[in-house]
């Protein structure tokens, strides 16, 4: 039986491949413990922001559009959704804090997205722009910032009576009367700023 040179068997080529699986491994094993020692986690298995940030503050959000105080209304929803989190105490205010949310609301809108057989709209599409930061105030930097953060839904009337008043007073009064729908609104809109902050890269 004729034995096979160095490099030419099948052995070889395997511990070859297994060198370079070896080494491959050995540098993923290293980024991840940079990422680690860094205080930063994947997306969608935890916070990214640094493990030294337990105070929020979340001051008054500012409010462009005419709707008050729909800023007390969104401002209220994000102060509860990250204390929901456990992990951050959670303040009205910009001092004395490791990290502070800052929030204004640009635009709020709606438009009807269905009809019931009497082509009464039955449902509306709320679309709100928000222009929302995250900053680490013991780095004294921004981590996380859009100027423009649009959040769209649809919802469902309580009643017929708010299709007349969205078609002919405008959105203020129909945030007045449908308070359901906006409780909904605002709700869903700080589940997905703080899921943007806390999972963003």
């Known amino acids: 039986m004729t034995r096979q040179g160095p490099g030419r068997g099948s052995r070889v080529s395997g511990a070859a491949l297994t060198r370079r699986e070896a080494l491959r491994l050995t540098a993923l094993a290293g980024v991840t413990a940079g990422a680690a020692g860094c205080g930063y986690s994947l997306a969608g298995r935890g916070s990214f922001l640094p493990d030294y940030i337990r105070t929020l503050g979340i001051p008054m959000f500012g409010n462009r559009t005419p709707y008050s105080p729909m ?3 969104f401002t209220e929803k994000v102060r509860v959704e990250f204390q929901s989190r456990g992990r951050y105490q959670v ?3 910009d001092t004395g804090v490791d990290g502070v949310v800052r929030g204004d609301l640009v635009s709020i809108g709606l438009a009807p997205a269905g009809f019931n057989p009497n082509q009464q709209a039955s449902r509306y599409r709320f679309t709100v722009v928000v222009s929302v930061s995250f900053a680490d ?4 930097k921004v981590l996380w910032e859009n100027p423009a ?8 009337l309580a009643s017929a009576g708010s ?5 002919t007073a405008g959105a203020g009064a129909f945030i007045d009367q449908e308070r359901a729908a906006v409780d909904r609104l605002t709700t869903d809109f700080a589940r997905s700023v703080v899921s943007a902050i806390m999972e963003a890269f």
């Open 71 to 73: 800023e007390q209304l």
């Open 91 to 93: 303040l009205p205010t």
């Open 137 to 140: 105030t013991r780095q004294q």
């Open 149 to 156: 953060l649009n959040f769209s839904d649809e919802y469902d």
């Open 163 to 167: 299709a007349t008043v969205a078609a």
